[in-house]
């Protein structure tokens, strides 16, 4: 659903509510990123994507959230 660019760090997140599941294809968009050596994550509801997003680019300004 994003990608997210900052500082050299680029991460792609696949947004899901909490309940909700990934497609097959999905699925494979995320495998083949990651093993072409990205980033590529799934967020289950937005608390799950903002621990996601801070994880890797470090505590963003509050602005953001």
Known sequence: ???FV???KVLYLEVKT???ELSKEQ???I???IKNGQDAQVGYGFDA???I???VFGPLK????
Do not use: H, P, R
């Not at 509050?62 to 959230?65: A, L, T, Y």
């Open 62 to 65: 509050s602005c953001f959230f």
């Open 27 to 29: 699925e494979g968009w």
């Open 31 to 33: 495998s083949g990123l």
């Open 1 to 3: 659903d994003f990608y």
């Open 6 to 8: 900052y500082k050299g």
């Open 18 to 20: 909490l309940t909700g």
């Open 53 to 55: 997003i801070d994880a």
């Open 49 to 51: 994507c903002k621990d």
